[in-house]
């Protein structure tokens, strides 16, 4: 069986198929078939963002001050 994972209040509609103009990634997992669609207004780059940002910020607050 396949699942599509759609971002909800996109900018555009999504095609639930493979071959959607987001361009979806097709993984597989436990013998299921994921489709993950990506967002037409970016809000994963502005995640991985905010990710990266934390990450390095909490890096900051573990150095030592010797």
């Given at each position: 069986m396949?699942y599509?994972i759609i971002?909800?209040?996109?900018?555009?509609?999504?095609?639930?198929?493979p071959?959607c103009?987001?361009?979806p990634v097709?993984?597989v997992?436990?013998?299921?078939?994921l489709i993950?669609?990506?967002?037409?207004?970016g809000?994963?780059?502005?995640?991985?963002?905010i990710?990266?940002?934390?990450?390095?910020?909490?890096?900051?607050l573990?150095v030592s001050?010797e």
């Open positions: 396949s599509h971002p909800v209040n996109d900018l555009e509609l999504h095609s639930e198929t071959d103009h987001c361009k097709i993984q997992e436990e013998g299921e078939i993950v669609h990506n967002s037409f207004d809000r994963e780059f502005r995640e991985q963002l990710a990266k940002v934390k990450e390095q910020s909490d890096e900051w573990n001050l």
